[in-house]
């Protein structure tokens, strides 16, 4: 029986999570970079499907650049 080794992923740039968030954080994109894609995909739905993210997703979003420090994987952002 063999096992694989553990991957490691290279952490990602905080700076980029806060750009990505700042700009694009309705769609969702700084979610999908940081690997919490079911957030990614909550936020897209709520702009597309019934426009709740034009109020809910930029409030969210400035919680989340403070907040969020790590990626899905739990390391931390540079």
């Known amino acids: 029986m063999t096992e694989s080794a553990p991957t490691t992923t290279a952490p990602k740039s905080r700076m980029a999570y806060i750009l990505l968030a700042f700009f694009l954080g309705s769609l969702g994109i700084h979610n999908f970079y940081s690997g919490h894609k079911k957030h990614g995909f909550i936020k897209l739905g709520l702009l597309v499907a019934c ?4 109020i809910a997703n930029p409030i969210w979003c400035i919680i989340e650049m403070i907040t969020v420090t790590k990626d899905a994987d739990g390391v931390n952002f540079n």
Do not use: D, F, R
């Open 51 to 54: 426009g709740l993210g034009l």
